[in-house]
Each structure stands twice: as structure tokens, then as C-alpha cells.
């Protein structure tokens, strides 16, 4: 069982920046697509980023042009840098991954916290 383990999350002031990981424990062959959503509190859970095979990325409009998904040399783990980070980015973010003949599966979630 592929697992995902997030990790980056803290708390830094507005305007500050973070580097978010995200690690699958192993690298599939093939993945469709994987990224990143997050769930501020009371709300859905919401898309932020997302590289699909090919290289292919897209972003959610809010977060575009501040943030940048990226995926590691040995191909097992997927970044988001966060830049010029605002109050309204707190929330918990969640790694994902779509593959073959498999339900997506989530990380365990990390804490962005955007606070002055």
C-alpha cells in the first residue's frame, strides 16, 4: 500500500513563503496525476495544484503565479513552493496521486498557518 507522507507545513507571516513535500513511500511507474488540495476550517476541501504525466500542471486562479508544484529528481516525491503567502492560504493541505487500477489515496494532511 503506497502511502504519502506531507511535511513543511508551519506558521510564517504574511508575505512569507514555505516549501511544502510530499513523499510516496513507493514510485510508481506510472502516475496520472498528483498535487495538492487543501481545506481551510468549515470548508470543502478545495484544488491548489495539480502535475499530471507528461509535466502538464494547472493551479487553482488564487494561488497562481505565487505557487510552483515541482517533482523531485528520484520521481517519488512532488513539492509546492508557496510564495507571497496571505492570510486566506491558512489551511490544511493534502497530498494526493491518482495511478492506475487504484482509488486516489491522501496524505495525512500538514498545517499552513498564515498569520501576522
Known amino acids: 500500500q503506497v502511502q504519502l507522507v506531507e511535511s513543511g507545513g508551519g506558521l510564517v507571516q504574511p508575505g512569507g513563503s514555505l516549501k511544502?513535500?510530499?513523499a510516496a513511500s513507493v514510485r510508481d511507474s506510472v502516475i496520472y496525476a498528483w498535487g495538492w488540495f487543501r481545506q481551510r476550517a468549515?470548508?470543502?476541501r478545495d484544488?491548489?495544484?495539480?502535475i499530471r504525466s507528461g509535466g502538464?500542471?494547472?493551479?487553482n486562479l488564487s494561488?497562481?503565479?505565487?505557487?510552483?508544484?515541482?517533482v523531485g529528481?528520484?520521481?517519488n516525491?512532488?513539492?509546492?513552493?508557496?510564495?507571497?503567502l496571505k492570510p486566506e492560504d491558512t489551511a490544511v493541505y493534502f497530498c494526493y496521486q491518482d495511478t492506475p487500477g487504484r482509488d486516489r489515496i491522501w496524505g495525512q494532511?500538514?498545517?499552513v498557518t498564515v498569520s501576522s
Open 77 to 84: 516525491t512532488v513539492y509546492l513552493s508557496m510564495t507571497d
Open 42 to 44: 468549515g470548508d470543502q
Open 73 to 75: 529528481n528520484a520521481e
Open 63 to 70: 494561488v497562481k503565479d505565487r505557487f510552483t508544484l515541482s
Open 56 to 59: 502538464n500542471t494547472d493551479y
Open 109 to 111: 494532511g500538514t498545517q
Open 47 to 50: 484544488h491548489v495544484a495539480t
Open 20 to 22: 511544502l513535500s510530499c
